[in-house]
């Protein structure tokens, strides 16, 4: 069916193109200079020279070319963005548009770059989530269409990036390149563009665009399928209570449109929103395909009989969210045996069961409650499997997060907002609990299992309605957590302080004779100068070093002093620069003397002096090139090739071969994915080695060495330390020996199960891709 647009609605549509395009565009030119620091740091870290090259262009074309791109985005932008409406008013879904022949792949290439774009589309759109949900119900009440996908919404990230990309093939830029700065624009512009789309909605309400929307998507999704409000047909409705309840049931169907809430908490609402959409639409599909209900996916709850139910039907009573939540309050505190709750069922309920919550689900409570409460419970069950399936938890933690599955229901119910926050206290309280298991030893293990146990019975003897809770029992594990972590940061700093001087005295000698050598070929050092420097001074480069390496005091003095030195030998053209040498003598003779005395090079001062003082006064006088010192050094007034005269560097025989270091080892030209994951991975990262025998080992990742890439790990205690190559490293990963185990929080990684299982990507919600979700890289 074609939809007219008015001319006002035409207005407000082109407004709110021009000011999300305006909006990214100011942002990026903002942080350009952050863009450029970024490309450098990563060309410095490229592990080949192809890497290196796209990062070096990366830059030139945001220093010579920025206008050129922003320009073209927005012409690009402003075509799809266009052609998007006229779609979506003559009746057709808009399809990815084609890229142009240069970035128009086919197969896996294709496949790689919807995949690129998909990652970082999802990743934007869980950031905007609620400014997204906003905007997708004010487009299509403008448009007058019942309602619009996210693939239909030219205003969503995804069509700002695949525009940059036609952009960027427009100016004849490969692959490669396109990609990096089309990662580096994403990465830019994130943090401003929930503001960018917060102002859009504030301009479209203004205008009179749905000005009093509730931010729950779900209530229009109900009318627009013809389910029943307050005021609607069958009455009753949905109402938001303090608990997020309902204030009395309504007609519902199984998952059906008319079971979505028509109000609901607008705190943290978008992601659970988006599982209930998703469990709809995949019940739907399946009760379409006359499948019914697939393993594991939660089961539609039983709709409660209203005054006009059939004639000789069983009577079923209906369930508040009041009365769930006291019920649960219940069971929350120990066993419950059959038939000794009202609604309870004829099962016994142990809250520490791994199966309560489904146990809860098929009980006549739960069956009777309102539809968004019933679908509140399969999505809490669904996430807990998650988290008893992941292979990262420990055994013990896993006993431990049990015992809180009724705890957290209750809070699933009262606060929509546990789904969508991360800095949810029942949530840090999970995670931190999952966190703390990993990289224990047999040693401490039953101290930190006291403790959890100890929180963990507060919560569960505690908890009634005050999530407050969650907060003050988190902030007890963390005190603890923190005290541990300082006496193992004793431990372990020694045993790092060690291995870096000892890499240190490994490295110095080498770096010591290549700063002498430097100053000594590309300037003009007199003979005795740079025999002093390649023999006794270079000594106290190497002891400079081993001390402190390039950020220490005395490096960095060592090499000032080294520089005076030259300086103050070369023929002064100047009174100021004879002033600045009388000035500077007595401090640089007295400094020179002492670090010769650290090393134990005393006795070698006095007879380089004798000599020095005559190139000083050469110098003074302008006349070096009569000295005996000096013969040979300069002629007809013009500098000679120092270099030439003097002695060689001496080697030092206890300088190692750097076979490990991976900074100057040279690279096969095929990239190396392991050791790039390798080199690539944070102090912090925690690792799962096996060993031959079977047996496996969690510890972390303590500290990199800084010249050969040498990786310390340590348990929890800074003990039971390894120290692996990088390439060894990388080759552990390669066979399988050793699995990095994920650096997201417990419930990220859940809720992004739950997310694939009710919405794979083939398959999301209405038809369309994947809701916007958790990164489950």
């Not at 007058?144 to 427009?170: C, F, M, T, V, W």
């Not at 038939?339 to 409570?365: C, E, K, Y």
């Not at 080695?689 to 080992?697: A, C, D, E, L, Y």
């Amino acid at each position: 069916m074609t939809v007219e647009i008015s001319e006002d609605c035409s207005v407000m549509l082109n407004s709110c193109r021009e000011r999300l395009v305006d909006g990214v565009t100011a942002v990026f030119i903002q942080h350009a200079g952050r863009a450029n620091q970024e490309f450098m740091a990563l060309a410095d870290r490229a592990v080949n020279s192809e890497q290196q090259q796209i990062y070096f262009g990366a830059m030139h074309l945001l220093a010579n070319r920025p206008q050129q791109l922003l320009q073209n985005f927005r012409n690009v932008y402003c075509v799809h963005f266009d052609s998007t409406i006229a779609n979506l008013c003559g009746g057709r879904s808009r399809r990815k548009s084609a890229l142009p022949d240069e970035l128009s792949l086919v197969d896996q290439d294709e496949f790689e770059l919807d995949l690129a774009l998909s990652k970082l589309s999802a990743r934007a759109s869980l950031n905007c989530s609620q400014q997204l949900v906003a905007l997708d119900r004010r487009f299509a009440a403008m448009l007058k269409i019942q309602r619009i996908r996210q693939d239909d919404n030219p205003l969503h990230p995804g069509h700002l990036y695949r525009s940059l990309l036609e952009a960027l093939a427009g100016m004849d830029i490969e692959r490669p390149l396109a990609f990096a700065i089309l990662e580096s624009f994403e990465r830019q512009t994130a943090v401003e563009l929930p503001g960018i789309y917060a102002g859009i909605n504030r301009f479209l309400s203004k205008s009179g665009v749905l000005p009093t929307m509730s931010t729950d998507s779900s209530q229009d999704h109900a009318k627009d399928s013809g389910g029943g409000g307050a005021s609607g047909p069958g009455g009753g409705g949905y109402a938001a209570s303090s608990l997020g309840g309902a204030a009395g049931p309504g007609p519902m169907s199984a998952y059906g449109a008319s079971s979505m809430p028509a109000g609901a908490q607008t705190t943290g609402e978008d992601l659970f929103s988006q599982l209930l959409r998703a469990i709809q639409s995949a019940a739907m599909a399946a009760a379409g395909q006359g499948q019914g209900f697939v393993p594991g996916m939660p089961m539609p709850p039983m709709p409660p009989m209203s005054g006009t139910q059939m004639a000789g039907a069983p009577y079923q009573q209906t369930f508040s969210a009041n009365q769930l939540v006291e019920a649960l309050g219940n069971v929350q505190r120990g066993p419950v045996e059959p038939g000794s709750m009202p609604g309870m069922g004829s099962a016994r309920l142990d809250p520490q069961g791994f199966n309560v919550l489904q146990q809860i689900r098929a009980t006549p409570m739960a069956n009777g409650a309102n539809a968004t409460d019933a679908m509140t419970i399969d999505i809490v069950s669904m996430l807990f499997d998650a988290i008893f399936n992941d292979p990262d938890l420990s055994s013990t933690m896993r006993a431990e997060i049990a015992k809180l599955q009724i705890p957290v229901l209750k809070v699933a119910l009262l606060d929509k907002s546990f789904f969508s926050d991360r800095r949810h206290p029942a949530r840090r309280l999970l995670d931190a609990i999952a966190n703390s298991g990993i990289g224990r030893s047999d040693q401490d293990e039953p101290r930190l299992v006291a403790k959890i146990t100890s929180i963990v019975e507060a919560v569960v003897k505690g908890f009634d309605s005050d999530i407050q809770i969650f907060a003050t029992q988190l902030q007890k594990l963390e005190e603890f957590l923190t005290d541990e972590e300082a006496r193992a940061q004793d431990k372990s700093t020694e045993m790092v302080d060690q291995l870096a001087t000892r890499e240190r005295k490994d490295v110095a000698p080498n770096r010591a004779t290549s700063e002498v050598e430097t100053r000594i070929n590309r300037r003009n050092v007199p003979p005795l100068v740079a025999d002093f420097l390649s023999r006794q001074w270079r000594l106290v480069l190497v002891d400079a070093f081993v001390r402190g390496g390039e950020a220490g005091k005395d490096w960095i003095e060592a090499l000032r002093l080294m520089d005076e030195l030259i300086w103050s030998v070369n023929p002064k053209q100047g009174a100021q620069d004879r002033e600045r040498l009388l000035a500077l003598l007595p401090d640089m003779l007295k400094r020179l003397r002492t670090a010769l005395e650290r090393v134990d090079l005393a006795g070698d001062w006095d007879a380089f002096f004798s000599e020095l003082i005559r190139l000083h006064m050469a110098a003074l006088h302008k006349d070096a090139q009569t000295d005996p010192a000096l013969q040979g050094a300069q002629s007809s007034g013009k500098a000679a090739d120092w270099s030439e005269a003097r002695l060689p560097a001496t080697p030092s025989p206890s300088t190692p071969e750097r076979s490990e270091d991976a900074t100057t080892r040279p690279r096969s030209p095929g990239s190396d994915s392991q050791l790039e994951l390798v080199q690539s991975l944070e102090v912090g990262a925690w690792v799962e080695f096996q060993s031959f025998r079977g047996t496996r080992n969690t510890l972390r990742l303590s500290w990199v060495s800084e010249f050969k890439r040498v990786y310390l790990f340590t348990n929890r205690q800074g003990e039971n330390a390894m120290t692996l190559a990088a390439t060894s490293f990388a080759e552990h990963l390669r066979k399988g020996t050793a699995r990095l185990l994920s650096p997201n929080p417990l419930t990220d990684r859940a809720v992004a199960q739950v997310l694939e299982k009710v919405a794979p990507p083939s398959s999301g919600p209405a038809g369309g891709s994947r809701p916007p979700g958790y990164a489950w890289e």
